[in-house]
Nanobody, 115 residues
Framework: QVQLVESGGDLVQAGGSLRLSCAVSGITVTRHTMGWFRQAPGKQREFVANIIADGGSNYVDSVKGRFTISRDNARNTVYLQMDRLEPEDTGVYYC?????????WGQGTQVTVSS
C-alpha cells in the first residue's frame, strides 16, 4: 500500500521560511516523479515543483529562486524548502507521486503566510 504523509505546514510571517516533508512508503522516491502542488482557498490545485528520477527538477515561475525541492533517498522522503514566503503562497500543500498507471496523493499540510 502506497502512502504519502506530508508535514511541516505552519503559520509564518511574510519573508519567513518553512520546510515541508513528504514521507513515502510503498514505493521508492528515486523511481518516480515526485511533486508538490498547492491549493489556495477558492482556487484550483496548482503545480509548484517536482523532482524526476534522474534528480532534475522543475518549478512554477512564481516560486523559482525561493523554493527548492529535494529528496533523501535513505529516508525515502521528499522535501520542499520554502524561503522568502509571500502571502500568495498560502494554501494546502500536497505531495504527489506519479506511477506507471496511476498517481498517489498525500492528505496535505496547511501553509499560512501572514502579511
Amino acid at each position: 500500500q502506497v502512502q504519502l504523509v506530508e508535514s511541516g505546514g505552519d503559520l509564518v510571517q511574510a519573508g519567513g521560511s518553512l520546510r515541508l516533508s513528504c514521507a513515502v512508503s510503498g514505493i521508492t522516491v528515486t523511481r518516480h516523479t515526485m511533486g508538490w502542488f498547492r491549493q489556495a482557498p477558492g482556487k484550483q490545485r496548482e503545480f509548484v515543483a517536482n523532482i524526476i528520477a534522474d534528480g532534475g527538477s522543475n518549478y512554477v515561475d512564481s516560486v523559482k529562486g525561493r523554493f527548492t525541492i529535494s529528496r533523501d533517498n535513505a529516508r525515502n522522503t521528499v522535501y520542499l524548502q520554502m524561503d522568502r514566503l509571500e502571502p500568495e503562497d498560502t494554501g494546502v500543500y500536497y505531495c504527489k507521486a506519479d506511477g506507471f498507471n496511476r498517481n498517489w496523493w498525500g492528505q496535505g499540510t496547511q501553509v499560512t503566510v501572514s502579511s
